[in-house]
């Protein structure tokens, strides 16, 4: 399985490495378009994004949309084996985010910034970020486990409490038609918007 999700992943990436920000930029605003018009988004109060890198659909525009009509949102913070989810405030606010060894801007100042999982209920939506999606909900992420172990995490803390909606999020190339390998820890979204 490991070998077929590596197989994956390397096959995947070679599609994102000729992506021009052009490309990229016509590929984001149809995913965009997609996740401003799901009824889940609209409906969110509390929801989770991530701070797109440049091989993934560029998040800004959702959250401008986002701020724009005060939904409260968070973004990832990882540690070397962790990650949890902590609120900005505007894009202001993300744009002072320092970067990580791995060029991804998250929140350092953690001791002053809501934690999602100290809401009093859960969140109500969360996209996520993948390298391959099927049109079932199946993702293969970078291999690290990170949204695998938080979504599992997040929806056993909230459990009574209501679930987050999930919604994995890439370009057109990346809803797959093969299979994706899956162990029991992988997770399953909700939805996808390729």
């Known amino acids: 399985m490991d070998a077929a999700k590596k197989?994956?992943?390397?096959?995947?990436k070679g599609l994102l490495k000729p992506l021009t920000e052009t490309d990229r930029a016509q590929k984001?605003?149809?995913v965009t378009s997609?996740?401003?018009a799901h009824p889940k988004y609209k409906e969110a109060s509390h929801l989770a994004l991530f701070i797109s890198m440049k091989d993934e659909v560029d998040t800004t525009a959702i959250f401008t949309d986002a701020f724009k009509q005060n939904k409260i949102c968070f973004v990832p913070r990882y540690t070397q084996?962790?990650?949890d989810m902590y609120r900005v405030h505007s894009l202001e606010d993300i744009a002072t985010l320092p970067k990580t060894k791995w060029n991804i801007?998250?929140?350092e100042d953690v001791e002053k910034r809501e934690n999602a999982m100290d809401l009093e209920q859960s969140m109500e939506l969360i996209l996520v970020p993948g390298l391959a999606f099927t049109k079932d909900g199946k993702r293969l992420g970078?291999?690290?486990?990170y949204y695998d172990n938080y979504l599992r995490k997040?929806?056993?803390?909230f459990e009574g409490r209501g679930a987050p909606y999930t919604i994995g999020i890439g370009f057109d190339f990346q809803c797959v038609d093969e299979d994706i390998p899956m162990s029991d820890h992988d997770f399953i979204l909700d939805d996808v918007l390729c």
Not at 7 to 12: S, T
Not at 142 to 145: A, E, L, Y
């Open 28 to 30: 984001s605003a149809v």
């Open 81 to 83: 084996d962790n990650m």
């Open 142 to 145: 970078r291999g690290k486990g």
């Open 7 to 12: 197989l994956m992943r390397q096959k995947i």
């Open 105 to 107: 801007a998250q929140p």
């Open 154 to 157: 997040y929806i056993d803390h």
């Open 34 to 36: 997609k996740i401003l």
